[in-house]
């Protein structure tokens, strides 16, 4: 259940839980185990979709759309993420890993290698 205090990492750990525990579900029943039936692709097209969806939004400076966007956005990455077999964990470690670095000095590390 939600906390007044919770952040957005505490969320997204509990519905990383959700979407896992709804795996196996039915895909009539559950929205969540229709996209893990569908593969890393229908998972990635749909992802895409509301990404496209959010930038829009954001372009045209709609706050509540492009926070109900961004939710969307959140959501179908972690069913991505689940689907492809990536845990939460493993990109918050990749993110670690680029704190304090110039952005332009990580990107230009990532092509090197």
């Given amino acids: 259940m939600a906390q007044t205090n919770d952040t957005l990492g ?3 750990t509990r519905l990383f839980a959700t979407i896992e525990a709804r795996r196996g579900d ?5 929205y969540t185990a229709s996209l893990l039936a569908g593969g890393n692709a229908r998972c990635a097209k749909k992802f895409g979709e509301e990404a496209v969806e959010a930038a829009i939004a954001g372009a045209m400076g709609d706050k509540p759309a492009l926070t109900a966007e961004a939710a969307d956005v959140l959501y179908h990455l972690m069913v991505l993420l689940a689907s492809a077999g990536v845990a939460p964990e493993d990109v918050a470690a990749a993110l670690k890993a680029r704190e304090g670095q110039s952005g332009h000095t990580e990107k230009a590390a990532r092509k090197d290698g």
């Fill in 26 to 30: 039915s895909a009539e029943k559950s």
């Fill in 10 to 12: 505490d969320v997204l």
